[in-house]
């Protein structure tokens, strides 16, 4: 079994990751230890709450290197909700800021629209995962070696959240969904590096099965 | 797509789940913790837990039951009943829940909405509206479990929550609690209609048919129920969900701390019950025919260890 972390940084409920992993027997710690990240073959980046803040975290804490030197390494890193948005180059959350960019895109506010068009923000609810463009051009291979093989298209997950990802290259957006007039990418993967805008750890059996995937797959050699 | 939530709402007092009408004369139905678990499997969108007692005693007691229900089921939870500080709000989420649902110390110190949004983030700050629809058709927030006024007008309560930074409204019609005559549609829609946060429409559904109305007339985002959903599942005839033993029954001092007579006969005639029930999959199958998007709930399957 691949050892498996948790990333700790200060921000938002880490626990509820942690129950869902060990229900599928996973026991992963919660830490910020540079020891143990280095140790460990998989890692989590959870987070709720401002890109700017999550960032400021990561820095002061010392663990902008270690992500980036583990991602080097081919370990497999899933960003969940904010900790996705952190994989990006950058955010455009009440400003302009740096991202890890592990994953070149950007991160931008989603749009309440207009008229019939009109949804609340933030966007909180379930709503559903749509291949991309890239991945339905693999027919019935679509999502076929990433994070979401075995899971249904239109299969609904839990979101709560504000902004939304854009990748810059099309092949990094393996799930996107729509939202009023919205469009973001709601899972993203390059090789090792995958997030999902959603909460898996929220979203029922579905949402466990893509933890599942994570931690038993390997993804080091995955060309997407 | 904009789908709309299918919420069950669990009153809980002691071990139990309890269900009154207009907030009183709680009947006992079985653990809630059976109750949660089945709920989670039967495709609810997301779990309400409702300390009934708590605001009474300045306290939520729900912190077992959450810790105990949080590794088996993983679909947003909210807890309200009792919170008082930010300290409490910290020890619910950490127990498992995912947000917290504030009324009565609100409505005493504001504050602690705003300075709750600002430690947690709102989307874990939940405003708990318990209007009391009056003679003169003006809605009143009441607290402490419909047991205090409080002079303040529901629909301006609702604007300066958001204000204050609450992330969604869980609005419940005291008037039509466990009625099972439809939801207040009036008070979802002027609440709706005066906030641009989320809210979650409960009181009043009485049977499938009731929830769509909510969302076509009243305009919510979400809509919650218990009635509906208990007696269905608590019916053991035909659909054998709960199966009570004597010796399941004992739980020490709580179980005889409620009306547990509707146990005692072993759901059998289902006395005086006022709703048509109905499983989560029928209700949202009654709102997909009406044309509301709603998470299929078909998609629960066992999951094994890796």
């Not at chain 1, 948005?85 to 009440?94: D, G, N, T, V, Y």
């Not at chain 2, 402490?144 to 629909?155: E, F, H, P, S, V």
């Amino acid at each position: 079994m691949s050892k498996v972390i948790i990333l700790d940084y200060g921000l938002g409920n880490l626990f509820s990751v942690q129950r869902a992993l060990e229900y599928i027997g996973v026991k992963a710690i919660i830490t910020d230890d540079k020891e143990e990240i280095k140790r460990a073959e998989k890692i989590v980046i959870p987070g709720v709450g401002a890109f700017k803040e999550g960032m400021e975290q990561l820095k002061k804490r010392g663990l902008v290197p270690l992500i980036k030197e583990a991602a080097d390494r081919g370990k497999s890193i899933l960003g969940i909700c904010l900790g996705m948005q952190l994989l990006m180059a950058k955010s455009q959350e009440h400003g302009e800021w740096q991202g890890l960019n592990l994953i070149g895109g950007s991160v931008l506010q989603l749009s309440s629209g207009k008229n019939d068009n009109k949804v609340k923000v933030p966007h909180i609810g379930w709503n559903c995962l749509i291949p991309s463009q890239c991945q339905l051009a693999r027919n019935n291979n679509y999502w076929k070696g990433t994070i979401l093989e075995g899971i249904d298209k239109e299969s609904f997950m839990y979101f709560v959240h504000s902004f939304g990802v854009h990748t810059d290259k099309p092949e990094h957006t393996i799930a996107e969904t729509h939202y009023g007039g919205n469009s973001f990418c709601s899972v993203v993967q390059k090789d090792n590096i995958m997030g999902c805008q959603f909460h898996p750890e929220r979203s029922g059996s579905k949402g466990i099965e893509i933890l599942k995937k994570f931690v038993s797959y390997s993804f080091n050699k995955v060309r997407v | 797509m904009k789908s709309v939530r299918v919420i069950a709402r669990l009153d809980i007092k002691g071990p139990n789940l309890v269900k009154g009408i207009q907030f009183d004369g709680y009947r006992v139905l079985g653990t809630a913790e059976e109750f949660a678990d089945l709920y989670y499997r039967e495709g609810a969108d997301e779990l309400i837990y409702q300390d009934v007692v708590a605001s009474l005693y300045r306290r939520n007691s729900l912190l077992e039951i959450i810790r105990r229900t949080a590794k088996k089921i993983f679909i947003p939870l909210t807890v309200a009943g009792g919170i008082r500080s930010i300290e409490n709000i910290r020890e619910i989420l950490r127990a498992g829940a995912d947000k917290v649902a504030i009324n009565t110390a609100a409505t005493e110190n504001p504050n602690l909405i705003s300075e709750a949004a600002k430690v947690f983030g709102s989307q874990c700050i939940v405003s708990s509206i318990e209007a009391f629809r009056k003679k003169d058709d003006k809605y009143e927030a009441w607290v402490d479990y419909g047991r205090q006024t409080t002079n303040l007008d529901a629909i301006e309560w609702a604007k300066q929550v958001e204000s204050l930074g609450a992330g969604e409204i869980l609005l419940t019609s005291i008037n039509y609690d466990g009625m099972g005559k439809g939801y207040d549609l009036e008070l979802i829609k002027k609440v709706s209609s005066s906030v641009n946060i989320p809210v979650i429409a409960c009181g009043g559904a009485g049977k499938k048919d009731d929830f769509s109305q909510a969302v076509k007339e009243g305009n919510a985002d979400a809509v919650a129920a218990a009635s509906v959903f208990h007696y269905n599942y608590a019916t053991p005839k035909d659909k054998p969900f709960m199966s009570y033993s004597e010796a399941r029954l004992r739980m020490g001092e709580h179980i005889d701390s409620g009306n547990i007579d509707f146990l005692n006969h072993g759901y059998g005639r289902m006395r005086a019950i006022t709703v048509e029930p109905a499983s989560i999959k029928e209700v949202k199958l009654s709102m997909l025919e009406s044309g509301i998007v709603v998470r299929s709930s078909d998609s629960y399957c066992e999951v094994k260890n890796v």
